[in-house]
């Protein structure tokens, strides 16, 4: 056995269990895939372009099916991310289900620890370019992410959010400002 054989047999044994494809998951150059202790779950009919990153991080990623995530977008799964069916993520959006603790000045931040609440995304979602999810967020079913907005609260069904933090200013079903 060659060095690229070890290797293969290696990576095979090494991700049993904790990296599971569904069928016509289509996956672009320089994507970064690494359930390392944790899980990575993609569904059926995702398409994953060019230099995403998925980490686990001991924790989660779960993607439903029919899914897109668009070039250089970052999720991470410390605290369990969630991902429905039919979800929309543009480029270079950042999905983080951690936070650091900092509360005490005296002790550096990286050894305060982290608080891992995860996220939830629902079915038939668009998130925008640049778009930023934050710990312990569920976004609900239907709604729209604006380009550049930073989701730091729960939504509502079909709504439509944008700025930082994201706010509501319409809902999908009735195209009236709020």
Not at 26 to 46: M, W, Y
Not at 136 to 152: K, L, S, Y
Request: net charge positive.
């Amino acid at each position: 056995m060659n060095l690229a054989q070890l290797r293969a047999a290696w990576y095979k044994v090494a991700l049993k269990g904790r990296l599971f494809l569904g069928s016509n998951v289509r996956i672009g150059p320089s994507v970064t895939i690494q359930p390392g202790s944790g899980r990575i779950e993609i569904g059926a009919d995702v398409e994953i372009q060019q230099g995403v990153i998925l980490q686990a991080y001991g924790g989660s990623i779960v993607i439903g099916n029919c899914c897109s995530l668009n070039p250089y977008s970052i999720l991470y799964g410390h605290g369990g991310l969630t991902i429905g069916n039919n979800v929309r993520i543009a480029a270079r959006v950042t999905i983080v289900p951690f936070n650091h603790r900092f509360s005490d000045p005296d002790i550096p931040i990286k050894r305060q620890g982290e608080t891992r609440r995860g996220i939830v995304i629902g079915n038939d979602v668009w998130i925008g370019t640049g778009a930023i999810v934050l710990d312990g967020i569920h976004i609900a079913d239907g709604c729209v992410i604006g380009a550049g907005a930073v989701v730091t609260k729960n939504t509502e069904r079909n709504g439509v959010y944008v700025g930082s933090p994201a706010r509501l200013i319409r809902c999908r079903s009735n195209d009236q400002p709020r």
